[in-house]
């Protein structure tokens, strides 16, 4: 759900751009800690690639993302 979170985030935010996740990690700690985070290409067109950071905020217990995000990485 994050990443589906994140897809459409990034897809509006970028015009279409395609999203193709590198790397995802779950942090499950107890409470509202519980957070997916990770990396993602987006594919812009014109051979433009830029990496992101992503993270979400999600209650495991029902599967609903309280808050998606991202930024562009530096390489």
Do not use: K
């Not at 459409?8 to 193709?20: K, P, T």
């Not at 790397?23 to 830029?50: E, H, L, S, Y």
């Amino acid at each position: 759900v994050c990443q589906d979170a994140v897809r459409d985030r990034a897809s509006n935010q970028m015009r279409g751009a395609q999203v193709e996740f590198q790397r995802t990690n779950i942090d499950d700690n107890p409470g509202r800690r519980d957070w997916v985070v990770g990396t993602f290409v987006a594919r812009r067109g014109f051979g433009r690639d830029d990496l992101f950071r992503f993270r979400c905020s999600v209650d495991f217990d029902s599967g609903r993302v309280r808050s998606a995000d991202f930024e562009l990485a530096r390489r």
